[in-house]
């Protein structure tokens, strides 16, 4: 290797430029047979790295949120959710909401696809750049309860709200005892006008009271921070899991 090809690799290393660094020989040559400029080299070597470095930064958002499965938009049966607006729940997928520091709500039976879309939206929040972090209400409540017995839920607070968008998933499905209820509390009340957040939920609001501890004052409370600024969609349908099962049922008896 000579010394020029030396001292461009080092600079290369110098400025984490790893992409250049892997690519530039292979683009160099091929720039060579076509009689590109100089511009023209420089230019898809930039292109490389930029791409590699979207790619890898989405990546790494994607993986600190933490999604416990992969949902897309894309395969999100709409079919056979008839009453759903579909062009509502596209235009929201585009995220604009985060901006306005907006929440959303997926309301509606077990199986209707609410985490479905919910995870759907927070991949499509990591793929535009945006911090995303995912729990399940009883997750959630246990973190502040095991932060509080390390004594670390300032950090866990700061690192809550350095996010850009919550999902907060499953909430009604288990009942809050007092102490998990207020921590939950505490949690909407630091995101509100700070962080989108977006819940699924099984209940109505008029039911939420028994989520936390049957303390209507507190329900009330979070309700009206959450709803604030808010999307509702509540999704209407049969359950799609029922369905399946149903469906595979059936098949087996033919």
Not at 24 to 40: F, L, P
Not at 79 to 96: I, Q
Not at 116 to 139: D, P
Not at 226 to 241: C, K, N, P, Q, Y
Request: proline share 2%.
């Amino acid at each position: 290797m000579n010394k020029q090809r030396l001292l461009l690799n080092s600079y290369l290393k110098t400025l984490k430029l790893a992409t250049m660094l892997a690519e530039y020989s292979s683009i160099a040559r091929k720039s060579s047979q076509s009689d590109a400029s100089y511009e023209d080299f420089l230019e898809q070597l930039a292109e490389l790295e930029v791409q590699h470095r979207t790619a890898a930064a989405i990546d790494r958002r994607l993986k600190q949120a933490e999604f416990p499965v992969i949902k897309e938009i894309s395969s999100f049966r709409f079919s056979d959710v008839p009453r759903l607006n579909k062009k509502h729940v596209l235009d929201l997928s585009r995220c604009g909401f985060i901006d306005s520091k907006t929440n959303l709500v997926f309301s509606g039976a077990p199986g209707v696809g609410k985490t479905h879309l919910a995870i759907a939206f927070g991949r499509e929040a990591c793929r535009r750049g945006y911090k995303v972090k995912f729990f399940t209400a009883s997750k959630l409540a246990n973190t502040y309860i095991e932060a509080r017995e390390e004594r670390t839920i300032l950090r866990l607070e700061k690192n809550i709200i350095r996010c850009d968008l919550i999902i907060v998933d499953e909430l009604g499905y288990i009942p809050l005892d007092r102490v998990g209820a207020e921590y939950l509390f505490g949690f909407f009340s630091r995101c509100y006008e700070q962080t989108s957040v977006i819940v699924t939920t099984n209940l109505p609001f008029a039911d939420w009271p028994q989520i936390f501890a049957d303390d209507e004052r507190l329900a009330g409370a979070l309700l009206d921070r959450l709803t604030h600024h808010v999307h509702i969609i509540e999704i209407i349908a049969d359950s799609f899991r029922l369905k399946s099962s149903l469906h595979k049922g059936g098949s087996n008896e033919l």
